[in-house]
């Protein structure tokens, strides 16, 4: 069975949550990767940077729920803390 197109507007919040999702994971690796180097030597400083990271995931599902015109608060935005467990996880 085909799908219905969808209209412009649909297809523009999509495109803007996955801008979103782009722009955000850029920081996101930069962050693991300065937990990664800090860990061993300042452990306080890459807690820190976990705690920022996971500030910044739960920011951007946030962001993106609200280009869809959602609730942001919302069991969703939890998954915006997964890369910050995936880094305490991997270097803490």
């Known amino acids: 069975m085909a799908r219905a197109p969808m209209s412009t507007q649909k297809v523009q919040q999509w ?3 996955l801008l979103v999702l782009a722009v ?3 920081p996101l690796g930069a962050l693991t990767a300065a937990v990664a180097m800090l860990a061993d ?3 306080d400083a890459a807690l820190v940077l976990v705690g920022v990271m996971a500030a910044l995931g739960i ?3 946030s962001a993106g729920r ?3 015109r959602l609730s942001p608060v919302s069991p ?3 998954l915006g ?3 910050a ?3 305490a996880a991997l270097y803490l």
Do not use: D, G, N, Y
């Open 81 to 83: 803390l997964l890369p």
């Open 59 to 61: 920011a951007a599902v």
């Open 66 to 68: 609200l280009v869809h």
């Open 15 to 17: 495109i803007i949550s």
């Open 76 to 78: 969703w935005t939890l």
């Open 24 to 26: 955000s994971c850029f």
């Open 41 to 43: 030597e300042r452990h």
């Open 85 to 87: 467990l995936a880094a």
